[in-house]
């Protein structure tokens, strides 16, 4: 049996959604991945959300018990203000960190992301015999060297439901 494990850059996503007025249905991604997978013999091991938290904001706490309600495990920090004020709230190393450790224990890794930073880590991945497929937030928004090394890539605008306007 091929174990499974599903990682979704929140922030990526949420950046990239809400500049378009638009809002993700993280349920819809994990029923879709459920039903894109059900005739397969594989096992999902892990649905893991990574999200920065933002103090004081009820908005990001309520997404954030929304999606583990979802059965998203959740790994969290606190985003960081820079001196000239922008938010630095990228979950870049955790994902990475988290996907290496388990790279010995799944057969293939859904990186739900657009974000370019991740070609090392799923470069590193296929050379271990993972096999990583992309559900990016469209081909304009995925960075084309993600679509490039992935094993597949999958496109979340396709996926009915999955982004509400």
Do not use: C, H
Request: glycine residues 6%; charged residues 30%; neutral net charge.
């Amino acid at each position: 049996m091929r174990k499974v494990a599903v990682f979704v850059d929140v922030q990526n996503l949420q950046e990239i959604f809400e500049k378009q007025g638009a809002e993700v249905r993280y349920d819809r991604i994990k029923s879709w991945l459920y039903n894109k997978y059900k005739m397969k013999n594989i096992e999902f091991v892990k649905f893991v959300a990574f999200v920065p938290s933002k103090k004081d904001d009820d908005k990001r706490t309520k997404l954030i018990d929304a999606i583990s309600l979802m059965g998203y495990r959740i790994v969290s920090k606190p985003a960081k203000i820079r001196p000239d004020g922008s938010i630095k709230a990228n979950m870049d190393v955790e994902i990475t960190i988290e996907a290496v450790s388990m790279s010995d224990r799944i057969d293939e890794l859904v990186l739900v992301t657009g974000d370019s930073d991740y070609e090392p880590l799923i470069n590193y991945l296929s050379k271990k015999g993972v096999k990583v497929i992309i559900l990016g937030p469209g081909r304009g928004p995925t960075a084309v060297e993600i679509i490039r090394a992935a094993d597949e890539f999958e496109n979340l605008t396709e996926i009915e439901g999955a982004i509400i306007k």
